[in-house]
Each structure stands twice: as structure tokens, then as C-alpha cells.
């Protein structure tokens, strides 16, 4: 009798979680206690990808590709900011200090950590870094076009930041009401880099090579931009700041960050080196394109650049 009591003890439980799992999304509560806010991203199909008629694309934007998100899923509407991480990490390691400018000078293992602890106080939802398709399909919101929309409205970047990040939500948003997609830090995507992915990526929800591999340029760069005629290598550094675009050719990587090996004799990337998205306020206009893709050094890159946003999805649905 007293294991069956304990039986339906549970299963009230699961079932008073999952009633208020669907309360919260009904009533359109989307903020933890944490104080992240997201928005509602639901299914559908996008071209990802290098934009019709942008004629500054890398080789890694493309071909273009129709891709299908069929799952939908809640992204936060502003990046992480520096009060959110602290309060869940207990440490501010920004460069850049304002408790409601995005984090930044955080690495990507150390963004799961704080996905691992958000995911630890079990509020009814899995959190985790978007796929690089999700991201560009949030970003893009319906776009076809290079930027979701005029660049000096929604984006800080390098004409107008002044060589800082600003507080987050300052521009304008996009369509479907996410701010700072483009500019202000680069943010984080959970997917590994290969140059040649779009090749043979899959049509519907793509999460990125297992193992990623390619060489050539793969990502972005500083103000200085990108080699000439598409080599390999890395441009100059951001401004004053700190921020990153990758050190000049033969420059040390700075600290914190490891450097990949060239492949081929090419100055190319090494493997499994992970993607960031977006562009950032020391960054030019040609390369806070909403189809750009970064890629430069691996997981424990820290620079005042890079941040991050989170996805989240309700625990009843997995």
C-alpha cells in the first residue's frame, strides 16, 4: 500500500509539472527566474546562407540551402547580460563592465557550465546554446536580404559603438522582436565548423558536423578584414578594447585562446573548432552579415567580443 501511495505521489507530481509547464507557456510567461525573457520561435523553412544579390560572402557561405526548423523552440530575446551571469556564476569575467551590457570574455566550454547550472534548478525547461541553423533562422526572421534589417537601427558594429559593446535592447529589433542578433558581441552556436558543411548538410534541423573539418579562411576577421584573394589567415585585431577578430598573420593568440594548425600549407583552421554568429561592435559592416560565419580558434577563446544567447525547450516535450 505504501509503495502505491508513493507511485501516485510521483506521477501527481509529473503531472502538476507538466500542467504548469503548459500554464506558463499559455499565459505567455517567458522569463526564468534567472531573469532571461525569450520569445516564441515556431517551425518553419528558410533559405540559409549567402543572401541574393550580397556580393561579400565567403566560399563557407555557401551554396545557399533550403533548410527546415521542425521543432519550435524559445531563444532569449537579448544576449546574456553580465547581471544574468553573474548571478548564476558568481563572477563577472567581462571586459567590458555594465551589469546590462551582454557578457562577454567567456569561452564556450564555459557557457555550458552555465547552461549546466541553469539546467540543475530543473524549472521545467532544457536549456542550451542554439543550433547554427535556429540562429540563422532567428536572426534572418523572415529576411531574405543581407541584414534583417538597417544596419545602423538594429546593430552595433563598427561605425557606431564607439569601440565598446552598449547595454542590450538599445536597437531596434527584428521582425520577430529579438535584439542585437547582429552586432553589438558575437555569439556562441553550439554546431563544430567545417568550411564545406553546406555542401551536404542535412535539409531539415541540421546540427553541424560531427567532426568538423576544411581548411581555406573559415570565419571572419578584424577591421583590418580578410587576406587578400581569399587566403588563409586571420585579419587584424578589433579596437582598443580587446576585441577579436583574430590576431594579424603570425600573431600569438591572445591569452586564454589556442590556435589552430594550418591544414594543406594554407593558413587554413584546424578541426572541430566551434562556430560563432552575429558579428560584433569592432567588427565592419561586410561582417556583421546575417549569413557570416566565425570561426578561428576553439572552446576556451576569451575575448571581449564574443557572448552568447540561450535556447530553451520545455522539459515534458523531450
Not at 152 to 166: Q, R
Not at 237 to 247: A, D, E, L, T
Request: hydrophobic content about 30%.
Amino acid at each position: 500500500m505504501k509503495r502505491i501511495l508513493i507511485a501516485a505521489s510521483m506521477l501527481g507530481a509529473c503531472g502538476l509539472l507538466a500542467q504548469n509547464q503548459v500554464t506558463r507557456l499559455k499565459s505567455g510567461e517567458l522569463k526564468n527566474e534567472v531573469g532571461i525573457e525569450f520569445v516564441q520561435i515556431q517551425p518553419g523553412d528558410f533559405m540559409m546562407g549567402c543572401s541574393t544579390g550580397d556580393i561579400d560572402c565567403n566560399a563557407d557561405e555557401k551554396p545557399v540551402h533550403r533548410v527546415q526548423i521542425t521543432k519550435s523552440f524559445q531563444i532569449g530575446k537579448y544576449e546574456v547580460t553580465q547581471a544574468q551571469w553573474q548571478s548564476v556564476m558568481e563572477a563577472n569575467p567581462s571586459t567590458i563592465k555594465g551589469d546590462d551590457h551582454p557578457v562577454e570574455t567567456i569561452n564556450k566550454n564555459e557557457t555550458h557550465e552555465f547552461l549546466n547550472r541553469l539546467n540543475a534548478k530543473h524549472d521545467g525547461y532544457h536549456y542550451r546554446l542554439p543550433t547554427e541553423a535556429e540562429w540563422e533562422y532567428a536572426a534572418r526572421a523572415g529576411s531574405a536580404t543581407s541584414y534583417a534589417g538597417k544596419l545602423d537601427e538594429i546593430a552595433w558594429y563598427g561605425d557606431n559603438s564607439d569601440d565598446t559593446t552598449h547595454p542590450v535592447g538599445q536597437k531596434k529589433p527584428n521582425a520577430w522582436g529579438l535584439f542585437d542578433m547582429e552586432g553589438n558581441v558575437k555569439e556562441w552556436v553550439e554546431d563544430l565548423y567545417s568550411a564545406n558543411y553546406y555542401r551536404n548538410s542535412p535539409a531539415v534541423d541540421p546540427t553541424g558536423p560531427q567532426q568538423a573539418g576544411g581548411g581555406g579562411r573559415g570565419g571572419r576577421f578584424g577591421r583590418r578584414g580578410p587576406p587578400p584573394n581569399g587566403g588563409g589567415g586571420f585579419g587584424g585585431f578589433g579596437g582598443r578594447r580587446g576585441g577579436f577578430g583574430g590576431p594579424p598573420p603570425g600573431g600569438a593568440p591572445p591569452d586564454g585562446a589556442t590556435q589552430g594548425p594550418p591544414q594543406n600549407g594554407r593558413g587554413g583552421l584546424a578541426r572541430g573548432l566551434p562556430v560563432m554568429r552575429g558579428g560584433a561592435w569592432d567588427n565592419p559592416a561586410t561582417y556583421v552579415r546575417v549569413s557570416a560565419r566565425y570561426s578561428y580558434y576553439g572552446p576556451t577563446l576569451r575575448v571581449s567580443d564574443v557572448g552568447f544567447r540561450v535556447v530553451r525547450e520545455p522539459e515534458v516535450n523531450q
